[in-house]
Structure formats: C-alpha cells, structure tokens
C-alpha cells in the first residue's frame, strides 16, 4: 500500500514564526502535491513538485515555499506564518507518466495561527 | 479552463436509504481524467474511482456505482443501501491532459447516514 506520512496531524504556531509541514511518501512517486482545505473552498493547490529541486506554482502559492532535496520527502513553509495560514494541509504523490494518475493522499495537518 | 462542480454541500440520508452524489465537471480537452475520493472524519483522502474520458462506461462496485456521462459533464456517484460507515465527506475531482497531473476539485460533498 502507499504510505503519504505528515509529521504532525496538528499544530498550534504564533504570528510571525516560520514553519515546517513536512511529508514523506513510501512509493518512490515523482510527484508530490500540497494542498490547503478549506470549509466551502475544497482542496486548492499550492504548490507541487515533478521531481527532486523541482517546484511549480499551484493556485495559491503566496506566503508559502516548497523544498524537495530528496525524492520521498516534500516540504512546505510558512516563511512568516499569519493567522489568514490556518488550515488543514493535505500533502498527496502520485506516479509519473500516464496522466491523470491517481493522487494518493497523507492524513493532513491542521494547522491554527494566534 | 477546468472546473468541477458539487452542487450538494450537506446531504442526510437514513440507513439504507440510496442516496446520489452529484458532480459537474468543464474542460475543454477531449482527454481527461475524472475521480471520487472519500474523506472519512479522520481526515485522509481515500480513492475510490478513476475514469478517463473515452470510457462511457457505468462502473459498480459493490454498494458503490458512478454514473459517467458525457453528453451532459456529469459523473455521478451513487451509494445504494447507505450504511453509517458511509458518512463523510466526498470530493470529485478533474485531470485534464493539457496541466498534467494537477487535480481540480469540487467543493465536496458532506454525507450523513443517519442510524
């Protein structure tokens, strides 16, 4: 079975820290996806990645940055976190190839901002 | 541009009554992908169903069956005989095959089977 871990199932930051939601997948994916879901607002993309170093733009990338230094693990950061960044975060991967493969997806963090 | 659409944002249904889920989806490619994920109050999506465009074909899989169909952007999901299992929120989502891998979803659906 895939595995798509997420380091922290919940997290409570202040205004202004910079934070880590971190996430790791078994399946030696290619590609790897964060999402943010919001009540009414359904899962919107943030950023995702094709490949190691590589990162792309999703729909609303502002405020947040990606890494991927090594092919299971995807990072996302809250460079300056504001209290508009709570949310659940749903970290997914996927193969490469074929399009239109199926995103399987981690538990999700809930993160609250104060 | 792409877009899928549930229209239904709260359901509630009693045990064992069926209940349909619907979604609308828009894309102007001719190949593309359509899938139903289930989110339980755990929180983890759960995959349930892929189609692609060429395949009109309706699909059962035990209580579960999804109804595709072309004509009028539609991939409906039904649940026949609803159990308390069941209850959760449910997503459509689109892949179309000119933005590679990147998913659209609808606004999810939240179902309640009432014991």
């Known amino acids: 079975d895939v595995k798509v871990t997420q380091s922290s199932r919940y997290l409570v930051k202040r205004t202004g820290e910079k934070v880590f939601l971190e996430c790791v997948q078994d399946?030696?994916?290619?590609?790897m996806f964060w999402y943010r879901q919001d009540p009414g607002l359904g899962l919107r993309l943030i950023y995702f990645?094709?490949?190691?170093?590589?990162?792309e733009k999703g729909d609303i990338p502002e405020g947040y940055s990606v890494s991927r230094e090594k092919k299971e693990r995807f990072s996302l950061i809250l460079e300056s976190a504001s209290t508009n960044q709570t949310s659940m975060y749903l970290c997914a991967s996927s193969d490469q190839g074929a399009k239109g493969y199926i995103q399987y997806f981690g538990a999700g963090t809930r993160l609250s901002v104060l | 541009a792409q877009k899928v659409t549930q229209a239904q944002t709260e359901i509630s249904v009693v045990e064992k009554e069926d209940v349909t889920l619907d979604c609308v989806y828009e894309?102007?490619?001719?190949?593309?992908?359509l899938f139903w994920y289930k989110q339980p109050p755990s929180g983890e999506l759960v995959f349930l169903i892929r189609?692609?465009?060429?395949?009109?074909q309706n699909e059962i899989s035990g209580r579960y069956s999804w109804n595709f169909q072309k004509s009028t952007s539609s991939f409906n999901f039904t649940i026949t005989a609803s159990q308390v299992v069941d209850s959760a929120v449910y997503f459509c989502a689109l892949s179309a095959s000119n933005t590679g891998n990147q998913f659209y979803f609808g606004t999810g659906t939240s179902l309640t089977v009432i014991p």
């Open positions: 189609r692609n465009s060429f395949d009109e």
């Open positions: 399946m030696d994916h290619e590609n």
């Open positions: 894309t102007r490619d001719t190949t593309y992908y």
């Open positions: 990645s094709y490949d190691v170093k590589m990162k």
